[in-house]
């Protein structure tokens, strides 16, 4: 008799990605300048251009309300897509994996962010730096561990045979 499927729990991948893109925005926002330099509206700058291009990134790196509108909305769509994605892959393996698998992940969003969205975002690439790195990491961890904490285990109805 076939084994029935453990489902992805949908509402505990979004409140992983909500809490898990808090968490890295913060880190990103107030420990990266520190060891980087600059400050934290580089870095919302940096979402921003994403949607709105590389003019949004020239000097000087205040306060600009269609930059952190377009930011913020940048960053929480992608965490929002990374948390579902760390969830389709960690939900059946529970709380000490689902956190180390998410910090794999995060590694390797990393890696697809610097290496290969820097090709057509080059301005990313000078975000390689070990701190951004390991704010990846803590994005995966608490994604996983997020997820895994709320996680509600459902598991896909199998047809019943006569």
Same mark, same amino acid.
């Given at each position: 008799?076939? %084994?029935?499927?453990?489902?992805?729990?949908?509402?505990?991948? !979004?409140?992983?990605?909500?809490?898990?893109?808090?968490? $890295?925005?913060?880190?990103?926002? !107030?420990?990266?300048?520190?060891?980087?330099?600059?400050?934290?509206?580089?870095?919302?700058?940096?979402? *921003?251009?994403?949607?709105?291009?590389?003019?949004?990134?020239? /000097? /000087?790196?205040?306060?600009?309300?269609?930059?952190?509108?377009?930011?913020? &909305?940048?960053?929480?769509?992608?965490?929002?897509?990374?948390?579902?994605?760390? *969830?389709?892959?960690?939900?059946?393996?529970?709380?000490?994996?689902? &956190? $180390?698998?998410?910090?794999?992940?995060? *590694?390797?969003?990393?890696?697809?962010?610097?290496?290969?969205?820097?090709?057509? $975002?080059?301005? !990313? $690439?000078? &975000?390689?730096?070990?701190?951004?790195?390991?704010?990846?990491?803590?994005?995966?961890?608490? *994604?996983?561990?997020?997820?895994?904490?709320?996680?509600?285990?459902? !598991?896909? %109805?199998? /047809?019943?045979? %006569?």
């Amino acid at each position: 008799m076939d %084994k029935p499927k453990q489902l992805v729990d949908w509402s505990s991948a !979004f409140w992983a990605g909500l809490i898990a893109g808090i968490v $890295f925005l913060l880190a990103n926002l !107030f420990w990266l300048p520190q060891l980087m330099g600059g400050n934290a509206w580089v870095v919302i700058r940096l979402f *921003a251009s994403i949607l709105l291009g590389s003019d949004v990134l020239a /000097p /000087p790196a205040t306060m600009h309300v269609g930059a952190l509108i377009a930011g913020l &909305m940048t960053h929480f769509t992608l965490s929002l897509l990374y948390a579902c994605m760390i *969830a389709f892959l960690i939900h059946r393996w529970g709380l000490i994996t689902g &956190m $180390f698998l998410g910090m794999v992940i995060g *590694a390797a969003i990393y890696v697809v962010n610097i290496y290969t969205v820097s090709l057509l $975002f080059p301005w !990313f $690439f000078t &975000m390689r730096h070990t701190g951004f790195l390991i704010t990846h990491l803590l994005f995966g961890l608490v *994604a996983g561990g997020v997820y895994e904490t709320l996680e509600v285990e459902e !598991f896909e %109805k199998l /047809p019943t045979t %006569k």
